[in-house]
């Protein structure tokens, strides 16, 4: 037999496990530095210096650097990056409002539908005048950029 059949013998299984978990806990390590590094530039509340100071000490002396950064620093990590994902999440739905405006600015069908739906339930305005003003932002002129036939009577 040769070398490669043997190697199975030669490596047990707790040495496997071993093996995987010292993979693991380094994967993990690398991700707690690298959020480290990037707290470290999303706190507004450093000055340049103490960006620089936090810096040089993670990267020179990268164990006691991250675990001090952590206990001296690590409540408002968590505050930091929930803010950032708040505004992340108000600037995406800010672009999908934008965006379901339309390019040019104005209201679209559905708002304007909606609009008429909630004057109509009012009893701002008949049935007719409902059918008329729906059949006009259907067909597109209706829109917020053309005064609507209801504008008149709606504010009864």
Do not use: C
């Not at 806990?25 to 960006?51: E, H, P, Q, Y």
């Not at 001090?68 to 408002?76: D, T």
Request: glycine share 8%.
């Amino acid at each position: 037999m040769n070398g490669a059949t043997y190697l199975a013998y030669d490596y047990p299984l707790l040495s496997a496990f071993w093996t995987i978990l010292v993979l693991f806990l380094w994967i993990m390590w690398f991700m707690l530095l690298f959020r480290v590094v990037l707290d470290i530039f999303r706190d507004d509340d450093l000055s340049g210096w103490a960006k620089t100071g936090w810096l040089v000490f993670t990267i020179v002396l990268p164990f006691l650097g991250v675990f001090v950064y952590v206990i001296a620093r690590g409540k408002n990590m968590g505050r930091r990056e929930i803010s950032q994902a708040r505004a992340q999440q108000e600037a995406f739905d800010s672009y999908v409002r934008e965006a379901a405006k339309g390019s040019d600015g104005r209201r679209s069908s559905v708002d304007e539908l909606a609009r008429l739906s909630e004057i109509k339930a009012r009893g701002d305005i008949s049935d007719d005048e409902f059918r008329r003003a729906k059949e006009l932002v259907l067909s597109g002129h209706g829109t917020a950029e053309h005064p609507s036939p209801f504008a008149s009577s709606a504010g009864r």
